[in-house]
């Protein structure tokens, strides 16, 4: 069955350093998106993406973070000067369509800030 | 606005009780969606079942069901018989009246303990 990959599992990163989470959608998916999960917390919109700009964004989004498809496969987040509170979960999603609402979740990257 | 609340922050059962865990929700729109993911303590998050704002049947699958009532902004989620293994996090999430399309809004979920 398809699924949505990500890469790397776990990062640990400097306060600071830029960081790039990669995701490989679902091959004929047309639809990419972000979601973060602060420990303990609910999961929260980042951003979603299609035809190759952003089409909806939340507060959180904010210039730290900026999100790019460089090739046809992958879809990444970066996030350009890392924060403590940066420390999440990051699940990376695509779907085929808007209508039905049904995301497919990868199984996450998990960021740490030092 | 919409917003999803999991009054229930944690429950805990023993095996082979009988759990139903309450989602609330909040929104304008007509249309919308409705899911339940599951997220074992591994991370991932996985998807359990969708239900669109127009139909209102509840469902079934194995040792799990769905009670989806318009009148009250409720769809709960009950696990008959529960097992260790259905120990994880339960999120419900809506999806509806976004520009996108798929923006999920996530309730705060309900941790789920079921002790041997």
């Known amino acids: 069955e398809p699924e949505v990959t990500q890469t790397p599992s776990h990062q640990v990163t400097q306060m600071g350093q830029e960081v790039i989470l990669r995701c490989v959608p679902i091959?004929?998916?047309?639809?990419f998106y972000w979601y973060r999960q602060i420990l303990g917390q609910k999961v929260e919109f980042l951003v979603s993406?299609?035809?190759?700009?952003?089409?909806?964004k939340s507060e959180i989004f904010d210039d730290q973070f900026s999100v790019e498809r460089p090739d046809g496969s992958n879809f990444t987040l970066k996030i350009r000067s890392t924060k403590l509170e940066d420390s999440a979960m990051y699940f990376c999603?695509?779907?085929?369509?808007?209508?039905?609402?049904?995301?497919?979740f990868g199984e996450g990257s998990r960021l740490t800030v030092l | 606005a919409q917003k999803v609340t999991q009054a229930q922050t944690e429950i805990s059962v023993v095996e082979k009780e009988d759990v139903t865990l309450d989602c609330v929700y909040e929104?304008?729109?007509?249309?919308?969606?409705l899911f339940w993911y599951k997220q074992p303590p591994s991370g991932e998050l996985v998807f359990l079942i969708r239900?669109?704002?127009?139909?209102?049947q509840n469902e079934i699958s194995g040792r799990y069901s769905w009670n989806f009532q318009k009148s009250t902004s409720s769809f709960n989620f009950t696990i008959t018989a529960s097992q260790v293994v259905d120990s994880a996090v339960y999120f419900c999430?809506?999806?509806?009246?976004?520009?996108?399309?798929?923006?999920?809004?996530f309730g705060e979920g309900t941790q789920l303990t079921v002790n041997p």
């Open positions: 999603a695509s779907s085929v369509d808007t209508h039905t609402g049904e995301l497919f």
């Open positions: 091959s004929n998916h047309l639809y």
């Open positions: 993406f299609y035809n190759n700009e952003i089409s909806e």
């Open positions: 929104t304008r729109d007509t249309t919308y969606y």
């Open positions: 239900r669109n704002s127009f139909d209102e």
């Open positions: 999430a809506l999806n509806s009246g976004s520009v996108s399309g798929s923006r999920l809004t």
